[in-house]
């Protein structure tokens, strides 16, 4: 509306709000001749006639009230604030006065109300406001008539936050209209608005009391305007700043991870807060609405007692994402769907700005070009260029045949390149429609990087190759071959210098791409890898079809734990024994220590006594007997076999601190700074009856013009090599040193810039390292340096080779590995202060696994697994496939996209050191199993772990091999079934269980592993006989004797090995057993089980009609109760049931296809389902356990764990509360109770 219009109906609103229209035509056009010229003044002029008829306070309040509120005011909101500061009678206005003056207002009067409102309407009406009924709402419109109010009253200091109490105020009364404070008849609107007012108000203290008052919450879920409620904590983060309150906090996380859960139940708000930590203010709010109700819910008995972080935030789509993209400042996000709408995300606060429609008919990429534009890549190969911020596209080509499978920016965003299933790679000038340069790939391309520093973009796709090409002409400048499956996914390290590539078998190899050489392979997830990106800081994010994210550190090495001295003083040196079972640590003032294996129990090492001297050198003479240099030129043997060691013999070595030794067959050398290499029998240095004193050195070597600080002698002994102050590396002839004095073979004078503080021999060539920084490999037989290995910016402080590769630590605690020929295999932090010595030795318990030990200055020793890939960090959450990763340039955070319909913002925290808080398992939890009174619990994973649990806590956990466990089952209170590496029993020792000193040990191997594996398990009665079911089609009973075997293979064909194999059994209360095979097509077989042990048929098999929907779906679980009600649970989630129909004359009369009762209960896969009397039991791969009621299917209980559900078993014991034990695909277990809380 243009200021001239506004004028005019100004003017003519001013003659019928004042009832001028009655007056003369003459005096009237005098009085308009007199009214202001310009819309400001005339405003003003306005408001002033009306103060002069309605008075100044109230048309103050009111339209400053107005003013304040941010969605306008009804006539009864704004009758209702009047009406309290009428009642306040113009005082300072405190919101606890204000709140109980709206109370007991008695009202404003009628008459005066009503006449200034329709002076008021009218006013606005001429300022822009739509002719709406009377009773609508009032707001004020146009920003000249905003400003007119600023103008006049916010010059009173305070009328502002006056009006924003009142708001408040009258928000907190229709919030609640009976002052209890349970806030279960309040309106939407006052929700809603209350927070604002109260953060503008500066009442930050009541806003957080809300914040945190579960009834509020209730209040949010109960009108559902729970997605609302993330902007109050918001507005409360952003006013406190930096003193956030921590339960507020803890709020606001526990309602990002159950929003979408809450949503969908509200019902499940109180069980949800109830399992929170004890000690948190939402588990003891829902205790006390829980109490005393009768109302049950599904009680997690092992919660963690410390509040969980939300790392991320969840952001529903309404359709299928199929693509993100993050803007270069971080800011932005664009998520692509299957429908072709793009939906623009704020990554701060995870809330969406806006969505456009594209013209694609779905968007299979997309990249932002800059903060203003993003590029949308088609399935139809169509890409598309849109503004962001008008919302509009700027252009579109036809850019491939095929569909645009991945598109990117170079780092200077002058290039994008895209590929497609057509086979080009096409480079595009950023902003234009016309490509600049292609390459014909000859197979379909599925992902694109460019480097972050060079003109390089690299491809990968269907031919299993990965290719790096110069971008000027297209050249092929590197080609990595030989991965087990298509490309799927690559990325380039924030540095450059390495290159991860994901392919379709799960699998992911890191490579160092200008050498073409593999770093490491390894399997990241269960089927196809969707996406892999490095973060800024190095760290690998890779995302899966197994619904998984999981953080990677990037790099080779896993820190496999930290050994805590028992004093403080600085470790100076470390030796392993020869058959790697323990670990010898010098310290500067606290002798030698010998820790044991396990490394991670925690056992109490022994102490080997001394003078307090600082020990320097270490080495074991052999598993029993340990040599020690001190500072002082002393040597001592002790006998480690001794309780505590015993010291054998102190001898004066060297005149000054022994700083190396080394130990073959028949001899000991030591090096000293005194210069001389000094050669000791071993025989002599065992226990025997001589003297300590009648122990001399069998030879002393002198050539070291300097201090000698290294020895090690070769594998075969025969020649021992030293290293010196002197730069000089000496190779002696040690073979027979009794006969003959030893004399040096091969001199390397000079061959470092600095001196020489460590070396180790690598067959037969020799490593050294330096303070020069550099490490050395030499050909001893020519003195030739093979080769240079560069990288390190400190002095060495240790060296070793294994397998093939060289590694070394220097002095700042940095571990670098190479290969023989000097390409850098990784290269991290081994200790975080200044590193001293580091040793290398092979595992035993973990099948002979390279190991290093890294002694510091802080006393601690580092144990690493340094060419072994470190376990991820899983980050749970998503429920469906994830299909894509961006990631923030400009900090550590990114965005993931999944089938489930939700993008998931992450924001990851720094975790603490060491190796504390490792789960009981490391994958898939694939077997539960419940004792039969319920006293313990076991739970086996994917990789042969066996954990066993008493009252809901991990008792202890056992190796029982190399496979996974395939089925588990209490034979008896204290003894375990275990199927995985054959068929074993394991014994419970519960006085062990109780010291917290074990408790599982195995007792029996029963059967060793054979071709069949044991697919399926059923103990019909608790503490009876185990049936299980073979992979090869074969039923194994196994007694409670453990010789008592019965195996059967069923001579039909329709069970046969290759065609049909048992996949479910379970027993009737009768005793009868039900074989089921045939996933697509189940078949029932009934079976008893004989006193001699054996199975026996009770009658022919049971063929039962079934058709699913789709060939693809599968029966997962078979439940039939009574011989009469049939139970079907599926691959896609739906529950099938059907009662058998009995007919008169007709014996055992069959099941009838067209009876079956389909209902889809859950999302995905039901993993399994338990009929406990009236209530039905499910579990899936959508996460969720629910209980239904059997007769109505209605939904009694749901929960909802981290990741897929792949395992549940009820107890076996009757209880009021039944009990289960829940395993998911990331090694979670779970014990839940279905209970109710007594008063």
Known sequence: MGWGVGQLLLKCQWIQMFCFISLPLPQLSERIQKLPVSLPLLLQHLLGCLEQDHGLELVAIALVSLWASRDGLTERDLYGILATWKELSGADIDLEEAIHAGRRAGGYPMAPFFDFLRSLRGLLRACGSPAEPPGSRLHLYGTPLRTAVEKRYLRKPGLDRTAHVLLAAHWWK?????????????????????????????????????????????????????????????????????????????????????????????????????????????????????????????????????????????????????????????????????????????????????????????????????????????????????????????????????????????????????????????????????????????????????HPADQLVATGGWDRTVTVLDVNDMSVVSEMKGHDAAIRCISFSSVGNVLAAGSLAGTICLWSWREAVALCTFVAHSGCVAAARFLPGGKLITAGEDAKVQLWTGRLGELWSTLQPPALSAALCAAPSPDGSRLAVGYHSDDVWVYHQPWRSGVDPTHCKGNRVAVCSLAWLDNLFLVGGSNDGSLYIWNTSDLPPSCLHKLQGHERAVTGLAVCKNLVASTSDDFTVRLWLTETLRPSSATDTSISPLATLRGHTAGVTCCAFGLDGCYLATGGKDRALFLWDVKDPSQKTPTVWRSLPFCHRDWISTCAWTGPVLLSGSHDCTVCLWDPQTGKCLRVFLGHQSPICGVTSENGHVISVDREGMLVAWDLQGVEKTRFLAHPGRANHCAGFRDQTEGKTCMLAVAGSDGTVNIWKPLTMEQPQVLSGHSAAVCGVAVSPASSSFLTIAKDKTARLWALRQKDGGVKGLPEHRGVITAVAWSPEGEFAVSGGEHGELTLWQEGKAVTTAKTGSRCISALAFTSPHTVLVASDGISLWSINTSECEAGTGGLTQKTLLLPAGKASVLSACVPVPGGPVVLGLTDGALLVIGLSAANFWKSKRKKMSWSYGDHVCFDISASKEGILHVWDSRKNPCLFKMRMTHSGKLREEENSEPIPWEPRRPSIWVTVVRLVEEKFLFYADSEG???????????????????????????????????????????????????????????????????????????????????????????TLGNIYFLEWTSLSA
């Not at 209350?194 to 503008?200: A, F, I």
């Not at 009762?1157 to 356990?1185: F, N, P």
């Open 174 to 450: 229709l919030c609640d209209p009976d002052g209890s404070r349970s806030f279960r008849n309040c309106e939407a609107e006052s929700l809603t608005a209350l927070p604002y007012h109260l953060v503008q108000s500066g009442c930050l203290d009541i806003l957080a009391s809300l914040l945190t008052d579960l009834r509020v919450v209730s209040a949010h879920v109960r009108l559902c305007l729970l997605p609302s409620l993330s902007e109050p904590y918001a507005l409360y983060e952003g006013a406190v700043g930096s003193e956030h309150d921590e339960t507020v906090a803890s709020f606001r996380a526990f309602l990002q991870r159950n929003m979408d859960l809450v949503s969908q139940n509200p019902s499940l708000l109180l069980q949800q807060a109830a399992n929170e930590p004890e000690s948190s203010a939402l588990c003891w709010q829902a205790q006390a609405e829980l109490c005393g109700n009768g109302r049950r819910f599904l009680k997690w008995i092992n919660k963690p007692q410390e509040a969980q972080e939300s790392m991320s935030l969840v952001l529903p789509l309404p359709a299928t994402p199929s693509s993100v993209s993050v803007s270069p400042s971080g800011s932005l996000a664009a998520v692509g769907t299957v429908e072709g709408t793009i939906h623009l995300l704020d990554m701060k606060t995870g809330q969406e700005q806006k969505s456009l429609l594209s013209n694609c008919d779905g968007i299979s990429a997309c990249v932002f070009l800059s903060e203003t534009s993003v590029c949308l890549g088609a399935f139809d190969g169509r890409l598309e260029l849109w503004s962001v911020r008008e919302g509009c596209r700027l252009m579109g080509s036809d850019a491939h045949k095929a569909q645009v499978t991945d598109c990117c920016i170079s780092s200077d965003s002058r290039l994008l390149a895209t590929v497609s299933l057509d086979g080009f790679i096409k480079l595009w000038e950023s902003g234009r429609d016309c490509w600049t340069r292609e390459r014909d790939c000859t197979c379909p391309l599925n992902g694109v990087t460019f």
């Open 1134 to 1224: 739906a529950l099938w049931t059907q009662t058998r129909q009995e007919q008169e004359g007709v014996e055992n009369s069959g099941w009838v296809l067209e009876r079956w009762h389909r209902r889809k209960i859950h999302d995905d896969q039901i993993t399994a389902l338990h009929i406990l009397g009236d209530r039905i039991v499910t579990a899936s791969r959508d996460r969720d356990v629910k209980i239904w009621d059997r007769s109505t299917m209605k939904l009694l209980g749901q929960f909802r764990c981290h990741a897929p559900i792949s395992h549940l078993e009820p107890c076996p014991w009757a209880d009021p509360s039944p009990r289960f034990i829940a395993g998911d």
